[in-house]
Structures are given as structure tokens and as C-alpha cells.
T-cell receptor, first 114, second 113 residues
Framework: QQQVKQSPQSLIVQKGGISIINCAYE??????FPWYQQFPGKGPALLIA?????SEKKEGRFTISFNKSAKQFSLHIMDSQPGDSATYFC?????????????FGKGTLLTVNP | NAGVMQNPRHLVRRRGQEARLRCSPM?????VYWYRQLPEEGLKFMVY????????ESGMPKERFSAEFPKEGPSILRIQQVVRGDSAAYFC???????????FGQGTRLTVV
């Protein structure tokens, strides 16, 4: 049972373009939605995160859009750069108690061509 | 403040041997999570520990796998009698109490031959 579905599996974008990665979740108890960036041979690094009380969060070139009724959220990378080429993972967790284990999507391999 | 430290970075074991993976959380972090990443897959939660306690091991295989986070020293993920299917990258993440933000280590890549 895959609780967080991510698409596309891979994405190729030209430099300066917009990269869009989508995720959908099933468990309505999820209330924290981070995005992680992972370079080859490295661990995932937190990029940006959102809680369901807002519909959008922007940090620099990265924006999360959140649609609670559709149980979907997406990552937009504006003015994509070759240095953004990495694997991106969406995730979700429940904030209750102290256990913030993450449920991850399968990842999107982003390639930004120069 | 050093990040989450995992060692070894790469580990090769023959089938039937034991694998021990170590994780030192960031300073001040008392919560440790272990995740496994298979090729072409996202990370899968394995276990959540606090000092001297296993809080959630719902993602751990029932046999051969164990984890600990002693009062002193790093957290250890132990895999006994490894099989080829255990080959994966194992990541540790830590967080301070009350925080949703998890910081990941660089992982241990286990290869079973």
C-alpha cells in the first residue's frame, strides 16, 4: 500500500524552465508535508515543508502548493538550474505525539539541461 | 555542529554474516530514525528510537533486524545472517524533541555478496 504517490518518475527541463513535481496522499491524518532533495551518494536534505493550514509556501525559487480537499501537493522550481539536478522526494508525517516518522514518495529524478 | 554521522559509508558482507551500521545524531538530538532505500525506491521507515527506548519498530522486518540507541554512544542497526535482499542504502535521521524537522546522514550502502 503506497500512501504517498509521486509523479513523474523522471523529468527533464531546460535551464530557466519550471520544474513541477506532484504528490498525492491517502491518509487524511497527515499534517506535515516536506520535500527532500538528494544528490547521488548523499543523504536527503530538507528543501521546504508545508502544513495544511496554508495553501502555498515559497522559499526563493521553490514553492509548495497544497490542495487539502484533493489531498495533493506539488513542488515548483522556478528558473531551474543545472545545479538543481537531483532526486526529489515528497513525504508526509503526522505531528501527534513525538513520532514524526516520514512516509516518502518514490522520488523524481530531475535533470536540468544547460 | 557536526551533522548526522553514519559509518561505515560502504559495507560489504557475505551472505550469512552480520552487518552493524552506526549512527551518531546531531548534538542535542535525542530522536533517531532509521530508513532503508532500495534502488529506484523511496525511503522506507524502519524504526524510531529515543535514548534507551524503541518507540516504533513497525517498519522493521520481524527477524534478523534489531536496533538500539544506548544511553552512551551511537545508535546501532544490526542485521544478522544477511541475505542478498538486504543490499540497500540505510539512512539515519535525527531530530530534537518536539521538532518535525529530520536531518539525515549520508547513509551506509550495504552490499551483500
Amino acid at each position: 500500500q503506497q500512501q504517498v504517490k509521486q509523479s513523474p518518475q523522471s523529468l527533464i527541463v531546460q535551464k530557466g524552465g519550471i520544474s513541477i513535481i506532484n504528490c498525492a496522499y491517502e491518509n487524511t491524518a497527515f499534517d506535515y508535508f516536506p520535500w527532500y532533495q538528494q544528490f547521488p551518494g548523499k543523504g536527503p536534505a530538507l528543501l521546504i515543508a508545508i502544513r495544511p493550514d496554508v495553501s502555498e509556501k515559497k522559499e526563493g525559487r521553490f514553492t509548495i502548493s497544497f490542495n487539502k480537499s484533493a489531498k495533493q501537493f506539488s513542488l515548483h522550481i522556478m528558473d531551474s538550474q543545472p545545479g538543481d539536478s537531483a532526486t526529489y522526494f515528497c513525504a508526509a508525517s503526522i505531528r501527534g505525539g513525538s513520532n514524526y516518522k516520514l512516509t516518502f514518495g518514490k522520488g523524481t529524478l530531475l535533470t536540468v539541461n544547460p | 555542529n557536526a551533522g548526522v554521522m553514519q559509518n561505515p559509508r560502504h559495507l560489504v558482507r557475505r551472505r550469512g554474516q552480520e552487518a552493524r551500521l552506526r549512527c551518531s545524531p546531531m548534538k542535542g538530538h535525542s530522536h533517531v530514525y532509521w530508513y532503508r532505500q532500495l534502488p529506484e525506491e523511496g525511503l522506507k521507515f524502519m524504526v524510531y528510537l529515543q535514548k534507551e527506548n524503541i518507540i516504533d519498530e513497525s517498519g522493521m522486518p520481524k527477524e534478523r533486524f534489531s536496533a538500539e540507541f544506548p544511553k552512551e554512544g551511537p545508535s546501532i542497526l544490526r542485521i544478522q545472517q544477511v541475505v542478498r535482499g538486504d543490499s540497500a542504502a540505510y539512512f539515519c535521521a535525527s531530530s530534537p524533541p518536539g521538532s518535525t524537522e529530520a536531518f539525515f546522514g549520508q547513509g551506509t550502502r550495504l552490499t551483500v555478496v
